[in-house]
């Protein structure tokens, strides 16, 4: 499900936790980079032959199906006509391939130090009245669509 509207144009679009949920990442991701937003930043652990017992696999839980590695990542940038770039263990897709300058700056951007701040700077008032949001969005659609 998307927040937002893909009608729309988008500097950022972000996917975290998101690509591993979906069975068709062709389709659906085509989707996101069909708009053509300048960046999209998104987290998932990366395949690189690790066996049945890694953890992200989580067989039980049945919500991982898809998995990529690095080359995948390359891949699937080159095929929508983007850059990538691996970053801190998230994956940035770039529109314009960045300068070795432009990167350094994003990588500094995203530091653990750099988050700290970003977060540090969220009033916990207005953190929890965004999880409650999300929560009860969550219930809707739960409802709306199992009852």
Do not use: C
Not at 26 to 36: C, D, I, K, Q, S
Not at 82 to 109: I, N, S
């Amino acid at each position: 499900m998307y927040k937002g509207d893909l009608a729309r144009r988008y500097d950022l679009i972000t996917a975290f936790e998101v690509f591993e949920h979906l069975p068709q990442p062709a389709t659906t991701l085509g989707h996101l980079f069909r708009v053509r937003p300048k960046f999209i930043i998104a987290s998932t652990e990366v395949y690189s032959g690790q066996d049945s017992e890694w953890w992200y696999l989580a067989p039980l839980e049945g919500q991982h199906v898809f998995f990529y590695s690095r080359n995948d990542l390359q891949l699937l940038a080159s095929r929508n006509g983007y850059a990538y770039y691996p970053l801190r263990g998230w994956h940035m897709f770039a529109k314009e391939p960045l300068t070795q300058t432009q990167f350094w700056k994003v990588w500094g951007l995203t530091s653990d130090k750099a988050l700290r701040l970003f977060r540090a700077t969220l009033p916990f008032s207005e953190t929890w009245n965004w999880v409650q949001r999300d929560l009860n969005k969550a219930v809707e659609h739960i409802r709306s669509n199992f009852s």
